[in-house]
């Protein structure tokens, strides 16, 4: 039975739109009549309407007809063929919907990680200067209040998608410092901040998980450096208090590494060196591939 199919301009015609997530869709209006056969049946115009478009589900936006498109755009597809019968007898309206079909996608798990670079400073406590000499004033006193300067630290970031997030695994890393060089740096140069993650849904794999890696980078490492000072002193294997001329000092004395205090004004001063974090092999993290 012959049945007629056209674009139907009148009725709105094509549309377009674009989303979020990039991918082009398409609305497309037809009017399908049957003038000889005025009851035909939905499964018969359905079926001249996508012999019309050039095929089902999973066919190209092709506008015109498949021998002599007029446009074409590979990039969205069939995705809904409706038709709904109209008040005039033989004549029904057609809608045919393109866009991106689930799977045709690109897999974010294959997608390449961001990187970014950047840095900060903050204000601490200078007590020694460049050289590693202590910072005193003229009667060789620590200065008190301590003097402030700024230190800078490089900061790091790496945002990827991973299938799966470990809660416990991130509370591992997190405040740990790197054993081995990384990112061309040395050992105990960087020190992992807090891990983020949020999950996301995707049409082809289902949930999976953002996660940032923020990871601060100090050129001196990161062990901290205190000045060995106090109120008291170990003499003859027993503590006792630091006395200067009789008194108890105001200010902790400075001590020489072995706890016995240091009232000369030429004593050198003693730095201990202590390592506060978590020192862990980074390579189960895979974050330099």
Known sequence: MPILVRDWPESGGRAAKIGTDRILGYTRKFIIESLDVPLMGPSAVLSALVGYVGGGIGTAYSHGILTDPWFEEDLAYITNIEVQETRDVGTWEGTVEYGALPGSEENPLDARPDRSWDGDNREVPIDIDKDGNAIWNSAYDPFNPAIQG??????????????????????????????????????????????????VWNSLIGFYVRVTYTIKYKRDGWMVRPLDAGFREIASGNKRNILVEGQKPSDPVPLDGLGVAQLTDTATPFYWEYQPYKVLDWAPLDLES
């Open 150 to 199: 700024l230190v800078s630290e490089g900061v790091f970031t790496i945002t990827r998608n991973e299938a799966t997030f470990s809660f416990a695994n991130a509370a591992l890393y997190q405040d740990s410092t790197n054993l081995d060089p990384f990112q061309g740096y040395d050992s105990y140069q960087w020190l992992m901040m807090p891990i983020k993650a949020s999950e």
